[in-house]
């Protein structure tokens, strides 16, 4: 019996987690976490977590609020995040204030939300190396520009050019 319990107490101090219920963690609005999260399940934050959070499925409530970098599969956002945001499905209802970089492979944003900083895809870099090596292998793709109007932009050059 008592080698039982040991084991258990000792694989339970293993830092990897495993997911054994389906059950949400909830962070209700009166509870303020110092550090990072780490959870492989749903978690409610209706507090405030001063730290990095790393989930499998994060939904931010109204009174919800991170200050720090979220990693997630998916996150919905109703309340307030102070740092970068990187899920694969981003979701952003009106009640939402993000500050910060959004990476995200699907976004949606309500109207209504506030949202300052940048929203980039995260398989965009991947795309625009293969235009710019599809581009170089085309011989018929040449400038608009002559050698001597590096300074100035096609449109720029059109508008001057009708003067």
């Known amino acids: 019996m008592f080698g039982k319990k040991k084991s258990a107490v000792s694989s339970s101090a293993n830092p990897q987690l495993k997911r054994t219920n389906h059950t949400p963690s909830i962070i209700s609005e009166d509870v303020r976490l110092t550090g990072s999260l ?3 399940g749903e978690v ?3 507090g405030r977590i001063d730290g ?3 989930v499998n499925h994060l939904v931010i409530g109204n009174t919800g609020c991170v200050e720090g970098s979220v990693v997630a599969e998916s996150v919905i956002v109703k309340g307030k995040v102070i740092g970068s945001l ?3 499905k981003v979701v952003i209802e009106r009640s939402a204030q993000v500050h ?3 990476y995200q492979d699907t976004l949606s944003i309500d109207a209504g939300a506030i949202i300052e900083g940048k929203l980039k895809q995260r398989h965009e870099a991947e ?3 293969l235009i710019t090596s599809n581009a170089e292998s085309k ?3 040449t400038s608009a520009l002559t050698e001597g109007d590096n300074d100035l932009s096609f449109f720029n050059k059109q508008a001057t050019d009708k003067k």
Do not use: C, Y
């Open 127 to 129: 795309t625009v190396e």
């Open 38 to 40: 780490v959870s492989q």
């Open 52 to 54: 990095d959070v790393r």
């Open 139 to 141: 011989p018929e793709l």
């Open 100 to 102: 910060g970089d959004v």
């Open 44 to 46: 409610q934050l209706d």
């Open 86 to 88: 990187n899920a694969s």
